[in-house]
């Protein structure tokens, strides 16, 4: 039996083993390589995507408990890649080697998404299980920071 989802907006029936990790329908079934694999327990965030909105560790969920559900991942966060948190990480020059990236980027867009006007103890907070190799994290804090000031004068010019 087809299990259905929608990734980045396109519907997919996939004849996969329910208990599938998404991580692996993702990367193989569905040739979408940004999400990435860290450690598959659910320790480093590599693997963040948005279900249905929310920030989860792909790795983490079976293919079936996906079901029927909307995804998105990092390449369809912004279809020009202008999202307000990748402007961001590139003005804050936050990558170094990269890999942990797309992870954080999915992980502080839902976090913005539901804390708009953030303290800096809050972004720590939202951030921590994400683990960066290179040590980035002051860069990331920064770049949260700015992406959430731009929402903000985003959101001033939209209403009014």
Known sequence: MAIT???????HALDVPPDMPLLWVL????????TKFG??????????VHK???AVRSCQV??????????TTIEGL???????VQVAWIKEQVPACGYCQSGQIMTAAAFLTQNPDPEDEEI????????CRCGQYVRI????????DEMKTRGATTNG
Not at 39 to 48: D, E, H, I, K, V
Not at 78 to 84: I, M
Not at 141 to 148: D, L, P, W
């Open 27 to 34: 990367r193989d079934v569905l040739d979408m390589t940004g």
């Open 62 to 71: 079976a293919i079936g408990d996906a079901a029927g559900s909307s995804i």
């Open 124 to 131: 720590v907070r939202a951030m921590e299980g994400n683990l």
């Open 78 to 84: 912004d279809a020009n890649s202008q999202h307000p």
């Open 5 to 11: 989802i929608t990734v980045n907006g396109h519907q």
């Open 52 to 54: 249905d909105g929310k």
């Open 141 to 148: 804090q920064r770049a949260v920071k700015t992406a959430a």
């Open 39 to 48: 450690c598959g327990s659910n320790l480093c965030g590599a693997c963040t």
